[in-house]
């Protein structure tokens, strides 16, 4: 009897998994608060050279706040004050309205910046001074934050298939609570990145063990289901970010409150159950029984579990795994699964690329960064529900391309639209967004069910440290718009079209069962019904 035979035995779709999911919850909320962080805790207030020390004697100590600015300070061409330069000598013939350029020397801020602390009491930039010439350290935070994810990805999906989803799950609540904590009270720029690469890591193991625990734990028929409402966490968390950074505008503190929901993860671990299908995998067939006995307790089957035994649960696996270890090295060992690792990697690298280059150059909203926030939150929810009937009445594969395409040609329509038409660059760029999104939610389930249970992890590892290299890359690609301007665009759209076509040579997963070990990917999958009853 094939473990999702049992599954729908015992009901793949009760309190059981519902228990599942609000546990799961509880982490899962701080993986948008702290991979979008960067929005509030590293945003740079408005600032101006600090003139405080200057001091040319009692012409300038009676001067008013105006005037000291005026003749210390030059202005842009919208007549704002020069966030980096100062004069290299006072310039009292401003107060007159003269403002003739010659011997007008400018240099760098001599003492530091006044900042405007009105939205932002305190950021990164505002802590250690990152402006003007240290600008790129204050970008710089992130990109290492995402570093760390791509690495973590990949040695979280390596433990975890070799000594259990949950240990290491909470392996990940505790790292990700102690470094996030530890950077809070950084004393340093350099202490708070390095601490902030670990979080990266430690939050990576969350991010990618916790989405196949929950689909794992579900039947064939709400798979579906399970990878779209455990999406909704990104979307939940987005929301309750916002709020958070809202009323806490100190970085500390911001951080500090973001990570809290990891202390009642904690507490809730105990509960969480091992995955039946892994144990299964891994020959121990007793630890699998006893979590599907709880399971059919709790869903109310226990009468389906009267003749299912250790020995019958053993049994049912067709391949002797032995003792075998499996590595990153058996995604490439036989030619099917090699086919799939090569073209999910590719469909992972291009959705991710895509989503946080869409991401961090969508322009023309005028709004405060908390609107921005909670506009960007708000669209996700209606596209993911839509995603949910699409992927249960088409299918993955469809899916997965069309959301990439889609996304292909809302940037490819910007790159034509003059940016004098901003309502209209702004509704595509909203539209790019949601769609790119939505790729986001396929692609995660459609992994889980790509890959074997006995290299699974593994799988979602790899592909994961691939997203997060296009993560990493993506923010540099705006940089060629020095080169033609209208290069980002084309290379963003262009990645997302060809990603979309990698996705068609992939195998379509829907009422499919999950493959348990490798040689299940290497023979036709096995089809479904749900009309039919499983016996």
Aim: charged residues 15%; positive net charge; contains cysteine.
């Amino acid at each position: 009897m094939k473990f999702d035979n049992v599954l729908s035995e015992i009901n793949g779709f009760g309190k059981f998994q519902i228990k599942l999911v609000l546990i799961q919850f509880l982490s899962r909320i701080t993986l948008p608060c702290h991979f979008l962080l960067n929005n509030f805790m590293a945003a740079v207030p408005a600032h101006r050279c600090n003139i405080s020390a200057l001091d040319d004697g009692d012409i300038f100590r009676n001067l008013t706040l105006e005037q000291k600015l005026a003749v210390s300070i030059p202005a842009e061409q919208d007549g704002a004050l020069s966030s980096c330069q100062m004069f290299s000598q006072l310039h009292y013939q401003h107060l007159s309205g003269s403002n003739r350029s010659e011997d007008t020397f400018t240099v760098q801020c001599q003492n530091g910046w006044v900042y405007d602390n009105s939205t932002f009491k305190s950021t990164l930039a505002t802590e250690w001074d990152l402006v003007c010439s240290r600008k790129g350290m204050n970008r710089a935070t992130a990109s290492v934050f995402f570093i760390g994810v791509m690495f973590g990805a990949p040695l979280f999906g390596f433990l975890s298939d070799r000594f259990g989803r949950r240990p290491l799950l909470l392996v990940s609540y505790l790292s990700s609570m102690t470094f996030a904590v530890l950077s809070a009270f950084s004393t340093s720029y350099i202490m708070f990145v390095i601490l902030r690469f670990f979080t990266g890591m430690s939050l990576a193991g969350i991010s990618i063990i916790s989405i196949v625990l929950n689909v794992e734990w579900f039947s064939i028929e709400h798979r579906t289901f399970s990878g779209v409402i455990i999406s909704l966490d990104w979307t939940l968390g987005n929301l309750i970010l916002c709020g958070i950074a809202y009323c806490v505008n100190e970085w500390r503190m911001l951080i500090l409150a973001v990570t809290s929901p990891l202390i009642l993860a904690v507490i809730a671990w105990r509960w969480l159950p091992e995955s039946a299908r892994w144990l299964m995998a891994h020959g121990k067939a007793d630890a699998a029984h006893r979590y599907i006995m709880q399971c059919a307790k709790m869903n109310n089957r226990a009468t389906c579990m009267a003749t299912i035994t250790p020995r019958t649960l053993l049994e049912s696996a067709d391949t002797e795994t032995g003792e075998k270890k499996y590595t990153f090295a058996d995604l490439f060992r036989t030619p099917n699964i090699r086919k799939l690792a090569i073209c999910s990697g590719i469909v992972w690298y291009g959705v991710a690329f895509t989503y946080y280059g869409i991401s961090l150059n969508i322009a023309g909203f005028g709004l405060n960064p908390y609107l921005t926030q909670l506009v960007f939150a708000s669209i996700e929810m209606p596209m993911k529900i839509g995603v949910y009937f699409f992927l249960e009445k088409v299918g993955r594969r469809p899916g997965m391309i069309g959301t990439m395409l889609f996304t292909g040609l809302c940037l490819l329509i910007n790159i034509f639209v003059s940016e004098d038409k901003w309502v209209i660059r702004t509704v595509v760029a909203v539209l790019g967004k949601a769609l790119s999104e939505a790729s986001f939610t396929i692609v995660f389930l459609f992994t889980t069910e790509l890959y074997p249970t006995v290299v699974r992890q593994n799988g979602v590892g790899y592909t994961s440290f691939l997203a997060r290299l296009g993560v990493s890359i993506s923010p540099l690609i705006v940089l060629l718009e020095d080169v033609w301007h209208f290069l980002p665009g084309v290379i963003y759209c262009a990645v997302a079209v060809g990603s979309g076509l990698v996705a068609s040579l992939l195998p379509e997963t829907l009422n499919t069962r999950l493959p348990e070990f490798i040689e299940d990917i290497e023979k036709p999958r096995v089809q479904s019904s749900r009309k039919k009853e499983i016996h």
